[in-house]
């Protein structure tokens, strides 16, 4: 495992989608996402669960903030897609706010002794609404061998977590090592490898978030008969997965011609302690007529 | 904060849902389990003739609240921060059983996980109820364990609808539509603060009004999440309902909720609500 005050490693989930940050004086802050093949669904949305990624990350960092010296962890995280497209691939990084981007913008919504609040709005490539999401951080007293949080009072302009050579190198599924081994039950898996841990070592949040919308689009997708993309998500983590793999299984809700619901468990390591659970609606997607180019 | 020793108590807000619940799990270890028996009658009605989101929603934080706390005691107790539900089947009239039980007990932090299913064992909706531990003047509550406890009269005859009982009214606006109510003392709960089912059904109704008012066929409120910022404690209530879009599932709705007399905000939510019919003319 990465050294903390090495955090993220070189290839890592953060770096690898090429993330970006901004923090603004107020506390509220900013986040992008270029949109390429690798993040899209078969349907050309980006993944639910990458935008979970970039929903984390930059809440996550405003919740450090506003605890300063203390650190957090991330007690839920819910994401609501409107159902509106999220872009077409083929924009670069060097597009700031231009169409080949996700945009998240997030502000604290309380700071309380316990907890903190966040909500994080979701715009697609042309800037327009299409989702909104919340996350709720506990406060924990601050522990040696966290990483020094360091932001700068005033915040900090646009900056990329890429490094040379950071950049997915197949589809963002394949990257992160999330396999399927039973369709129906929603049945999935991930190792814990640095690419995808957080900070103190354990699975990180928007992946495990990843990991719960493939279980859930896999078993929807098999009780409707029809493939579908995630849209909405609540996620309760209730363990960190320190051990690995984690892996998710789903039990399907409700499944109607066009979307379904389903409640997700994930396990973590051959233990199968239970690490989340989480509810996700699914709804069926058409595949681009047009392939999209890069 | 007042002490429930023989369980005839509770507040005005459970006694009208009528919530019966009894501890089935092995408490004298720490596991902490409950089913509850909710009679969902006329009078929790809501658009399409199934039971009101905003009903379940506060059977759900009893339910789960009452986990919660019994997971807390002997030296703190609880208070809801967030609720999450999905619906997965109308809830038609009848008897429903919830079944509740905590999943993660924090020091400072609880989170149970609750099922409701109908009187034909059909699921219909699925929970999450995270809770803060607190610790109250006057000491936690006192309960018998394992508990048994039945509010509210026997019969719902007479019974007025939830939200006339809660008196909330309702009107569109340019941006969706508002839902606003009195906070009365009827309406708080043990902490003397702003029942949360009432809060969830105050959002409920912002939301449907939203829809109805867009779409012009009746509506109802299907899923819910929804954030307790602050506690409600001076009145009135406000719920200010946006409709972001449309899915498969529905409409995806965002509300603000404020506390008018304290001037702040005091909860979010996000609901998906569908449509289930043609709105009656008025």
Redesign the interface.
């Known amino acids: 495992m990465a050294p903390a005050e090495q955090y993220p490693p070189r290839r890592h989930v953060h770096r690898d989608l090429r993330l970006a940050l901004e923090h603004a004086a107020d506390g509220s802050g900013r986040a992008w996402l270029p949109v390429t093949t690798e993040v899209l669904t078969e349907g050309g949305g980006v993944r639910a669960g990458v935008l979970a990624v970039l929903v984390d990350v930059l809440a996550a960092g405003l919740a450090l903030r506003a605890v300063s010296p203390d650190w957090v962890a991330t007690?839920?995280l819910?994401l609501?897609?409107?159902?509106?497209p999220l872009g077409d691939a083929g924009g670069t990084e060097k597009d700031h706010g231009e169409a080949g981007e996700i945009e998240a913008r997030a502000r604290v919504?309380?700071r309380g002794r316990?907890?903190v609040?966040c909500?994080v709005e979701v715009l697609d490539a042309s800037g327009s609404?299409a989702g909104?999401g919340?996350m709720?951080f506990?406060v924990l007293a601050r522990r040696d061998g966290n990483p020094a949080a360091g932001t700068p009072p005033g915040g900090f302009p646009r900056v990329s977590l890429a490094v040379d050579g950071s950049g997915l190198r197949g589809p963002v599924l394949d990257e992160l090592g999330i396999t399927v081994t039973d369709a129906a039950s929603g049945e999935v898996r991930v190792p814990l490898a640095d690419f995808v841990r957080n900070s103190l070592g354990s699975l990180q949040g928007g992946v495990l978030a990843t990991l719960a919308c493939v279980s859930a689009e896999e078993a929807i997708g098999a009780a409707c008969g029809t493939r579908v993309d995630a849209?909405?998500l609540?996620v309760?983590y209730?363990?960190a997965a320190r051990e690995g793999p984690a892996h998710a299984t789903a039990e399907v809700?409700?499944a109607?011609s066009?979307?379904g619901?389903a409640?997700v468990d994930v396990l973590d390591g051959p233990g199968g302690r239970?690490a989340a659970?989480a509810?996700v609606?699914a709804?069926?997607t058409s595949p681009r007529a047009d392939p999209v180019r890069t | 904060m007042k002490r429930l020793h023989d369980g005839s108590l509770g507040t005005d807000v459970s006694r009208f849902v009528r919530v019966a619940m009894r501890e089935v799990g092995d408490w004298e270890s720490g596991e902490v389990r409950l089913e509850a028996d909710c009679p969902a009658d006329d009078h929790l009605l809501g658009p399409g003739g199934g039971i009101r989101a905003g009903a379940l929603l506060t059977m759900v934080d009893n339910v789960g609240g009452m986990s919660a706390g019994l997971a807390a005691l002997p030296d703190a107790w609880v208070v809801s921060?967030?609720m999450?539900l999905?619906s997965?089947?109308v809830a038609a009239p009848g008897v429903l059983h919830l079944s509740s039980h905590v999943?993660?007990a924090?020091r400072?932090?609880m989170?149970t996980?609750v099922r409701v299913v109908g009187g034909d064992g059909t699921?219909l909706a699925?929970g999450?109820l995270?809770s803060?531990v607190l610790t109250p003047e006057g000491g936690a509550p006192e309960w018998d364990r394992p508990i048994s406890l039945r509010y509210g009269p026997e019969e719902a005859e007479d019974l007025p609808r939830l939200l006339d009982w809660i008196g909330i009214e309702t009107r569109r606006t340019d941006a969706g539509a508002v839902a606003t109510a009195e906070l009365t003392d009827a309406l708080r709960n043990p902490w003397g603060i702003l029942h949360g089912g009432v809060t969830a059904t105050i959002v409920d109704a912002a939301g449907e009004a939203a829809v109805r008012g867009l779409t012009g066929s009746e509506a109802a409120t299907a899923?819910c999440?929804l954030?307790y910022?602050?506690p409600g404690r001076v009145g009135p209530v406000q719920a200010t309902a946006s409709v972001?879009?449309?899915?498969?599932?529905g409409h995806?709705v965002?509300i603000e909720v404020h506390d008018l007399g304290a001037e702040r905000?005091f909860a979010?939510a996000?609901t998906?609500v569908r449509e289930v019919g043609v709105e009656e003319p008025s």
Request: with cysteine; net charge negative.
């Open positions: 007690a839920d819910t609501h897609l409107t159902g509106a919504l309380r316990t907890t609040v909500e609404p909104i919340t709720t506990a849209v909405d609540h309760t209730l363990a809700l409700a109607e066009d979307w619901c409640r239970l659970i509810r609606t709804a069926a | 921060t967030s999450m999905r997965s089947h999943v993660r924090g400072n932090s989170v996980d699921p699925s999450v995270s803060a899923d999440m954030h910022l602050a972001l879009g449309h899915r498969p599932d995806l965002r905000l979010t996000i998906t």
